[in-house]
């Protein structure tokens, strides 16, 4: 019997994607993988084997995004994990940010997601088995980020659409998860996956502060390995019973508990005046 997993994984040229697809493939999985850029895509992952299907999808075009399922249902018969991780980081306070420059950042972050669940559904329903892994951020669960917070509404709210989602599909036999990433030694932090507002304030000291930590600080130093990453991603899908959350690296635990801490505390000290409501 054949155990090895047919996968879709968006966002693949670059980043955890791009560990992921190598990870995939080197243990004999098979995978379709897109980006927006075909050439860069084949380019990076370095491949011939057969097992590889490099796809050139949009993700707001759904016609591109359901042209792409059709082909990895085509090629490989079935659709075992699909893996929304397609995204990009979108720095700037929210007076600073254009209209378009949040829309652009819900469009692809969310609404990009969207697009491949109602393409996917289909597919999946009908084989009644199936796993949707969303790569959200620890910034999905922890929005104290000053100049971060339109990045941070599309990853919470990837999060909540995921717990929503999951709670849809389980009589029907599929599952998903939201994956909560730290920090990984990417290029997310690199010009491409992390784009600066077009109209910076300096009054905001905390934002141009944080955002210069992660440009001159943190990029290139991050925790987290994403190879390691990859192999973690790769174990989730062969649970029989996959977390619905799951806090990737270290980092990203520790944010998590201290935000829960925190949450806690405060239920605690003003549980008399919020619950001060009933008839």
């Not at 040229?13 to 999985?29: A, Q």
């Not at 819900?106 to 892994?133: C, E, W, Y």
């Not at 390691?228 to 977390?243: N, S």
Request: glycine fraction near 8%; proline fraction near 3%; hydrophobic fraction near 40%.
């Amino acid at each position: 019997m054949d155990t090895k997993k047919k996968w879709f994984v968006t966002g693949a040229s670059k980043g955890l994607g791009l560990n992921l697809v190598k990870t995939l493939l080197n243990n004999g999985h098979q995978v379709a993988a897109t980006s927006r850029n075909l050439n860069a895509l084949i380019e990076a992952v370095k491949t011939s084997s057969s097992n590889f299907l490099p796809l050139e999808m949009d993700l707001l075009d759904e016609d591109s995004v359901a042209d792409a399922l059709s082909k990895t249902k085509d090629t490989f018969g079935q659709l075992d994990v699909v893996v929304n991780n397609a995204g990009y980081g979108q720095l700037g306070t929210l007076e600073e940010l254009t209209n378009a420059e949040a829309r652009e950042n819900f469009d692809v972050n969310v609404f990009g997601v969207l697009n491949v669940i109602r393409k996917a559904m289909p597919f999946m329903r009908t084989q009644k088995s199936g796993h949707f892994i969303n790569i959200s951020s620890i910034a999905g669960f922890v929005g104290s980020f000053p100049g971060w917070g339109i990045y941070c509404a599309t990853k919470y709210a990837l999060a909540g659409l995921t717990e929503s989602f999951s709670a849809e599909i389980k009589s029907l036999g599929l599952t998903a998860t939201v994956v909560y990433p730290g920090y990984f030694r990417t290029n997310f932090l690199n010009q491409g996956s992390l784009v600066l507002p077009q109209n910076e304030m300096s009054i905001y000291k905390e934002a141009r502060d944080l955002q210069q930590v992660h440009l001159d600080d943190i990029a290139g130093n991050q925790t987290g390995d994403p190879e390691k990453a990859a192999a973690v991603l790769m174990q989730l899908a062969e649970m029989e019973h996959p977390p619905l959350h799951l806090f990737l690296g270290t980092d990203a635990n520790q944010y998590a508990q201290q935000k829960m801490e925190t949450l806690e505390n405060e239920m605690a000290l003003h549980k008399e005046l919020a619950t001060a409501t009933d008839y």
